[in-house]
Each structure stands twice: as structure tokens, then as C-alpha cells.
């Protein structure tokens, strides 16, 4: 519910805050005085268009701020509303308190939700779950075709069936796309050549992904393996093996140690020994050089081999990736690619046959929801009729009209409410009703047979007392009443009956003031209400009769 409205320099309008409560909230006051500033302020809230004509001449700017209690709209709503703020990263609200603002300058307009800024079209869309106004020349949620059909459906309680329809239509939607991605998935006979081509040429190449660096290394030592084994030899040569090698020149040494050791043994005879082990690591290292000499393949042609293997594997690498895994991947991707081509027509049989199966169970369901809607349609125009009866349109008709409609999650059929005023007329379309007085008096007919089924917290009635009066008047104050108890109700009316039905009830008016005129607004209660209800009656105020009237039509309205 609108819990409290702020608005500065709007229009007729310098400074004006008000609170609101619950139900039904009346607004009366003199032609001319400004009743529909309510209604302005609230569009302008609720995202409409917004003009530096609105500004009250001297000012620079206007604003208006309105905070919305959360905790009084049905959790369904809470639960879109709170998607809403999170998809346009809007702050968290306060205490279920949302803020709505909206400052209006010479150059455009700002919006502001929980002081997040937010565009004009993102308050469209917040407004439509907060606001529905019905007056001259505003546009409303429950005109849109699809609302109404909502609504039906709503009304008809089938959410079953319409989930089990939208569940339909979304796996056939998803089975299309599949199809089309495999219909767009095809490859010319080039193409396919070509894949083929690369696809063989790596097969045939038997590469591993971790071969490249063992083969390197082998290539490295066949390629030096001649100048390897000359290295080798000349150490086996130079330590033990050759003329005057080391291990000669060492066995000179030990035979004169040996004639130490025999002068001299406790000093002699540990160097004979250490001199005896070096002379025999000589020998050792000059036999496992040898050896290492002997097993060193020279072969030109299995060095060839490697180098024609490396040059095999940096093409590869080249063409289809900078290692050898990539190729592999690579190749992977082909055989994939070229399966699924090959393939295709089959996978398009079998997707062909699938859709068939849930074509023919959505338009099954379709179906069932078609049934559904025309029983619930008649009630529900059977309902409305009778409640446009006590609202004055005696010889009036409505009708829940269902047309085909392309196949959809919601089902396969449009719905429009229609209404003729007159006995002899024809249905129209609610969206083509010319007088606001009548639509307003539709309106809410309909919204009281739905109230339990249309969710919009705040509804705002202007014009809905246009031509009527005596019992319909009262008939329609009954029922604006009676929509309060599961909405927040703006009723602006000229009919004290319908006003004295309000829970609360405001006086607009207008007072000069330096030569400036200023629009205000404040609640009446006690004596003052009274007053005003007997000036809606027609009477200055002194009359006993007048007085006990307006008490009585207060004392009337249930508590």
C-alpha cells in the first residue's frame, strides 16, 4: 500500500505530505481544486511521462516521493517485486519500505528507487505491480489483452494446467533450437574433404603427446654420438690405456711407496693402499668409458629417421597447434565434426519425430486450457454482468471473448474483455469504451469480482461516479468498499455517498496566497468531514436537515 506521498513545486502544488491508510481513501473537493493531483503525482511514480510543464512556475525543479509498504502486498507480488530490484541492482528496502522518487528539472527527469537511480522504463515496470489507475485518459494494466487473460486464469484457478502448458511449450521451444543449431550445423563437400584430409593426416602420423622430448634427446646424442665416442676413447686412453698413461705413471709411484712402506710401515703402508685403490678407480673409469664408447650407435640412417620424425612432428604443431596435445585435440574436434555431419540426417529424423510428440502434447494442453477458459469465462462474465447491474448499467452486457491465438506457453488463445453499454449494441472492447465515467464503474465491477485474482496493491478510481446517483451510488460505494478490503483504494468522487464510504477521507483545495494560488490536501475527520459531505450535498452548512443526513451516511459505512 502507498503508506505516504511527499511532493514539492508540482503544478498547482508548493509543499504537500500526506499518509494513507489502508481500505478505501475518498478525495473530494470543488471543480477545479485539483482532486486529480493524486493521480498525477502517482503516475509520475508509477513511471509515466514526465514534463517541465509540471513544474510550479518560479521553481527550478519538482519532486515527488512515495513509500510503498511491502509487508501489505501479497507475497506473490513481494516475490516480483524483490526479482525486479534485484535484476536493476536496486538497494535492499528498509523495514518492507520502498521508496520511490522522482525529480522532474527544466532539462529531464531523474528516478530514484531506495535512493538507487534507475530509469524511466524500469519504473514503468516496477509501477504496473504497484499502481492501476482509472480515469480519463490513462492507461491501464487490466485493459492489456495479456493481463486479461491472466486474470481469467487467474480467476479460474488452473495453475496446473498452465504450468503443465508452459513446461510443454518451453521443451518443444528447446527441442527447436537444438534442431536448428544441427539444421545450420552442415559442411560442403569441400569441407568435408578437407576435415577428412587433416583428420588422416594426423592418424597416420601415430603421434603421442609426450614423444617430442625423448625423440629430441635421442636425436641429440646419435647426431654428436662420433665425436662422443672419440671423447671417450681418448679418457679410456689417457687414464689407463695408453702409453704413458696415468695409471702407468701411478704404478711407478706405488712401486716406490711399497719400498717406503718396508722402511717405514705405519707411514708407508696407508699411502701404498690409498695410491692401489686410485690405480684401480683409473682402470674402472677407463673400462666404463670404453664401454660407454661401445654402446653409442653412430647410424646415419636411423639419424635420418629422427630428423625426418622431428620436421613430421613441427608441421603438425604448425598447422594444428603449438603442441602436440593440441593436434591430438585437434583431431578429436574433426572426428567430432565430421560424426555429427555424417550423422545429421539421422539426428534430424529422430529430433523431427520428438517434436511431432510435443507438438501434439502442448496442443493437447492447449487444448484442455481452452476448455477451461470458456467455462470459467462464462462464470466470470456471468459475475461481472450482475455486479455492473448494481452499478447502474442495467441493460448493460459483458463478455470474456476468446479468439485463436498462435500456440504459446500460455496456451493457444487471446482473450478480450468487451462490454456494451446498451441493449442492441454490439461487444467492444474494453480499451475502445470513449467514456471514462463508464469504464471506471467496468472497472471496478471487475476488479471486485477478481479482487482475489488481480494482485495490483493500489488502485486509483477517477470519474466512476459520472451519471449516477441515488441507489447506485450507494451500490457503488458497497463495492469500492468492499475491493478496500483486498487493496489499498484512491476514489476521487463528487458523490457524498461514496465519499462517506471511505476510510479515510481528503479535502483538496485552493488558497491564494500572495498572489499565488496553492493546492492542498488534508484529511477530514470528525465536524470537518460532516461539513464537507453537506457541501456535497448542496447545502451551505446551516441546515439541521443536511447535517443529520451526512451523519447518517457516515453512521451507515461499517466500521
Known amino acids: 500500500m502507498l503508506e505516504a506521498l511527499n511532493i514539492r513545486n508540482?503544478?498547482?502544488?508548493?509543499?504537500?505530505?500526506?499518509?494513507?491508510?489502508?481500505?478505501?481513501?475518498?478525495?473530494?473537493?470543488?471543480?477545479?481544486?485539483?482532486?486529480?493531483?493524486?493521480?498525477?503525482?502517482?503516475?509520475?511514480?508509477?513511471?509515466?511521462?514526465?514534463?517541465?510543464?509540471?513544474?510550479?512556475?518560479?521553481?527550478?525543479?519538482?519532486?515527488?516521493?512515495?513509500?510503498?509498504?511491502?509487508?501489505?502486498?501479497?507475497?506473490?507480488?513481494?516475490?516480483?517485486?524483490?526479482?525486479?530490484?534485484?535484476?536493476?541492482?536496486?538497494?535492499?528496502?528498509?523495514?518492507?519500505?520502498?521508496?520511490?522518487?522522482?525529480?522532474?528539472?527544466?532539462?529531464?527527469?531523474?528516478?530514484?528507487?531506495?535512493?538507487?537511480?534507475?530509469?524511466?522504463?524500469?519504473?514503468?515496470?516496477?509501477?504496473?505491480?504497484?499502481?492501476?489507475?482509472?480515469?480519463?485518459?490513462?492507461?491501464?494494466?487490466?485493459?492489456?489483452?495479456?493481463?486479461?487473460?491472466?486474470?481469467?486464469?487467474?480467476?479460474?484457478?488452473?495453475?496446473?494446467?498452465?504450468?503443465?502448458?508452459?513446461?510443454?511449450?518451453?521443451?518443444?521451444?528447446?527441442?527447436?533450437?537444438?534442431?536448428?543449431?544441427?539444421?545450420?550445423?552442415?559442411?560442403?563437400?569441400?569441407?568435408?574433404?578437407?576435415?577428412?584430409?587433416?583428420?588422416?593426416?594426423?592418424?597416420?602420423?601415430?603421434?603421442?603427446?609426450?614423444?617430442?622430448?625423448?625423440?629430441?634427446?635421442?636425436?641429440?646424442?646419435?647426431?654428436?654420438?662420433?665425436?662422443?665416442?672419440?671423447?671417450?676413447?681418448?679418457?679410456?686412453?689417457?687414464?689407463?690405456?695408453?702409453?704413458?698413461?696415468?695409471?702407468?705413471?701411478?704404478?711407478?709411484?706405488?712401486?716406490?711407496?711399497?719400498?717406503?712402506?718396508?722402511?717405514?710401515?705405519?707411514?708407508?703402508?696407508?699411502?701404498?693402499?690409498?695410491?692401489?685403490?686410485?690405480?684401480?678407480?683409473?682402470?674402472?673409469?677407463?673400462?666404463?668409458?670404453?664401454n660407454y664408447a661401445d654402446s653409442l650407435d653412430w647410424d646415419e640412417e636411423a639419424l635420418q629417421e629422427m630428423e625426418a620424425r622431428l620436421e613430421l612432428l613441427q608441421r603438425l604443431k604448425r598447422k594444428f597447434g603449438p603442441t602436440l596435445a593440441e593436434v591430438l585435440s585437434c583431431a578429436e574436434r574433426l572426428r567430432g565434426r565430421l560424426a555429427r555431419v555424417q550423422g545429421r540426417q539421422e539426428a534430424l529424423t529422430a529430433l523431427a519425430e520428438r517434436e511431432q510428440v510435443l507438438q501434439k502434447r502442448h496442443l493437447s494442453l492447449c487444448q484442455k486450457l481452452h476448455a477451461l477458459r470458456q467455462q470459467s469465462g462464462e462464470r466470470l462474465s456471468a459475475a461481472i454482468s450482475g455486479k455492473l447491474q448494481r452499478l447502474g448499467f442495467t441493460r448493460a452486457g459483458f463478455a470474456v471473448m476468446l479468439s485463436p491465438a498462435s500456440p504459446g506457453a500460455d496456451g493457444a488463445d487471446a482473450v478480450e474483455f468487451c462490454f456494451a453499454p446498451n441493449v442492441g449494441e454490439e461487444m467492444q472492447p474494453l480499451r475502445s469504451i470513449a467514456s471514462s465515467g463508464e469504464i471506471a464503474r467496468v472497472m471496478l465491477a471487475i476488479k471486485t469480482i477478481l479482487s482475489d485474482a488481480d494482485q495490483v496493491p493500489v488502485l486509483v478510481f477517477d470519474e466512476i461516479d459520472a451519471n449516477i446517483g441515488?441507489?447506485?451510488?450507494?451500490?457503488?460505494?458497497?463495492?469500492?468498499?468492499?475491493?478496500?478490503?483486498?487493496?489499498?483504494?484512491f476514489c476521487i468522487t463528487h458523490l457524498p455517498r461514496i465519499a462517506a464510504a471511505g476510510e479515510a477521507h481528503f479535502l483538496v483545495s485552493k488558497q491564494i496566497n500572495s498572489g499565488r494560488t496553492n493546492a492542498s490536501m488534508l484529511r477530514l475527520e470528525g465536524e470537518d468531514r460532516v461539513q464537507e459531505i453537506v457541501r456535497m450535498l448542496g447545502d451551505s452548512g446551516s441546515s439541521a436537515t443536511a447535517c443529520r443526513h451526512a451523519r447518517e451516511m457516515l453512521a451507515e459505512v461499517p466500521a
Open 10 to 290: 508540482l503544478a498547482l502544488v508548493a509543499e504537500l505530505s500526506l499518509e494513507f491508510l489502508p481500505g478505501l481513501n475518498t478525495v473530494t473537493g470543488e471543480t477545479g481544486a485539483g482532486k486529480s493531483l493524486i493521480i498525477g503525482a502517482l503516475q509520475l511514480l508509477a513511471g509515466g511521462r514526465a514534463s517541465s510543464g509540471s513544474i510550479r512556475k518560479g521553481a527550478a525543479a519538482c519532486e515527488i516521493s512515495g513509500i510503498f509498504r511491502l509487508d501489505r502486498v501479497p507475497p506473490e507480488v513481494q516475490e516480483q517485486l524483490q526479482l525486479l530490484l534485484d535484476d536493476g541492482g536496486v538497494r535492499q528496502c528498509e523495514e518492507q519500505r520502498l521508496l520511490i522518487r522522482r525529480v522532474i528539472s527544466e532539462t529531464g527527469s531523474r528516478a530514484f528507487v531506495n535512493n538507487s537511480p534507475v530509469t524511466a522504463a524500469y519504473l514503468r515496470d516496477l509501477g504496473e505491480f504497484l499502481v492501476d489507475i482509472h480515469g480519463p485518459n490513462d492507461s491501464q494494466t487490466l485493459l492489456q489483452p495479456k493481463r486479461q487473460l491472466a486474470l481469467l486464469d487467474s480467476f479460474a484457478g488452473q495453475a496446473g494446467p498452465l504450468q503443465e502448458c508452459r513446461q510443454a511449450w518451453t521443451a518443444l521451444q528447446e527441442l527447436r533450437q537444438e534442431r536448428q543449431a544441427l539444421q545450420e550445423d552442415h559442411l560442403s563437400a569441400e569441407e568435408m574433404q578437407l576435415f577428412a584430409f587433416q583428420l588422416q593426416e594426423i592418424d597416420q602420423a601415430g603421434i603421442q603427446a609426450d614423444e617430442e622430448e625423448p625423440l629430441q634427446a635421442r636425436h641429440r646424442l646419435v647426431a654428436h654420438s662420433r665425436r662422443l665416442i672419440e671423447i671417450a676413447r681418448q679418457g679410456a686412453d689417457t687414464l689407463a690405456q695408453g702409453d704413458n698413461s696415468l695409471q702407468e705413471q701411478l704404478s711407478l709411484t706405488i712401486r716406490q711407496i711399497r719400498e717406503l712402506a718396508q722402511i717405514d710401515p705405519a707411514a708407508g703402508e696407508p699411502f701404498q693402499e690409498r695410491l692401489e685403490e686410485l690405480s684401480n678407480d683409473l682402470g674402472e673409469i677407463a673400462s666404463d668409458l670404453n
Open 470 to 489: 441515488g441507489r447506485v451510488a450507494a451500490d457503488v460505494a458497497a463495492e469500492l468498499r468492499t475491493l478496500g478490503r483486498q487493496h489499498q483504494v
